[in-house]
């Protein structure tokens, strides 16, 4: 025998993955068959949603005619957005960091004032705030 070492080529190969397609089935909640939709519905201030096969929808559509007819649509409103106002200057913001520095708070140089920090210096300063 030899003291030689064999070199044994080591193969590479490179794995290729495909990601397959995902194929929803819905089945109706009442009859649990295939090829169901998600219906949307509300009544009163609840909404709810509900998979049935298109015969199905078509049973919980002619149930409901008599009062579809009779009634009228309605969109609810969007409810008002009120515009986001710091409740601080920016003046007021510099002076809470420079009070931080100086009493040794942990104070970020950019970005939203901590509201330990806000608190700390309201506290100090006797301020008091609308929440």
Known sequence: MSNQSTRLPIRQSVIYIRHM??????????????????????????????DLTA??????????????????????????????VPATSVEERLKIREWGKANGEDVPEFGRLPKALMAAYDKAHNIKRDK
Do not use: M
């Open 21 to 50: 397609a995902k194929r929803s089935i819905i089945e109706s909640d009442i009859s649990g068959k295939s090829d169901a939709g998600t219906v949307t519905f509300g009544l009163g201030d609840t909404w709810y949603e509900i």
């Open 55 to 84: 015969d199905e929808r078509q049973e919980l559509e002619a149930s409901l005619q008599r009062y579809l007819k009779a009634g009228r649509k309605h969109v609810p409103e969007e409810p008002e957005k009120k515009p986001v």
